[in-house]
């Protein structure tokens, strides 16, 4: 039987990136070794790339050092990953010479969230949006991509908040036709929350806060 075959359905590597990192193996979560030779950046890079070439990783995480020492380097790290996983039981990892590949026995909150917003971005129905960003903004919170701060992620992060930042205006101008002031006023802080410096964000909070306020004192 191949490594593929021995994977089954029951054997489940869930990796939570959106809020926080955790990892659990079959449910059981592996709280020990990640901050160990560069293990949590590695899975993440992967649960993101699943199928990469061993260079294209090392020039992705280590771009100044050597690419015969970043090798080197990455055999060391490999074997403490697959170790933490338990690899040599579960096989979540295959590799050979020049590739890793991560089985698709994966589940992640932040590629789920990721295809979501896709989503949201390219639909032209109203109502399927609406719909679509509360299940979107139901799973933030003020920390959402804090973990992800490697430079090889940070052009992905932000297109996310770019995307993110857009439909938080939608959904409080929609929250606003429908007279819903407390909810505009939740999605426009999301909307500052990912451009804190821009001044028309932070006129229009303002003013939403100022009709709060004058409706509270009726």
């Not at 579960?90 to 890793?100: N, P, Q, S, V």
């Not at 909150?109 to 129905?125: C, G, H, N, R, V």
């Amino acid at each position: 039987m191949d490594e593929q075959n021995q994977v089954t359905s029951e054997n489940i590597l869930k990796v939570d990136l959106l809020n926080h990192f955790q990892v659990f193996v079959n449910s059981e979560q592996i709280v020990e070794g990640w901050n160990q030779r560069y293990a949590k950046q590695i899975l993440i890079y992967l649960v993101m790339n699943p199928s990469v070439t061993r260079e294209q990783l090392c020039d992705d995480l280590w771009e100044n050092v050597s690419t015969g020492k970043a090798r080197h380097n990455l055999r060391m790290y490999l074997t403490h990953l697959r170790k933490l996983i338990r690899n040599d039981e579960y096989h979540f990892l295959r590799l050979d010479k020049e590739h890793i590949y991560l089985s698709e026995n994966i589940e992640c909150d932040l590629t789920t969230f990721s295809k979501l917003l896709d989503e949201a971005w390219i639909e032209q129905d109203s109502i399927h949006i609406q719909q679509l960003c509360t299940q979107l903004f139901k799973q933030l919170h003020k920390n959402s991509f804090r973990t992800l701060s490697d430079d090889w992620i940070l052009g992905l992060r932000n297109k996310w908040e770019e995307k993110l930042f857009t439909l938080s205006q939608f959904m409080s101008d929609v929250c606003l036709e429908s007279e819903q002031l407390s909810k505009a006023i939740e999605y426009m802080e999301w909307a500052v929350l990912f451009q804190p410096d821009n001044e028309e964000m932070l006129k229009r909070i303002g003013d939403l806060y100022l009709r709060y306020s004058k409706l509270e004192q009726v």
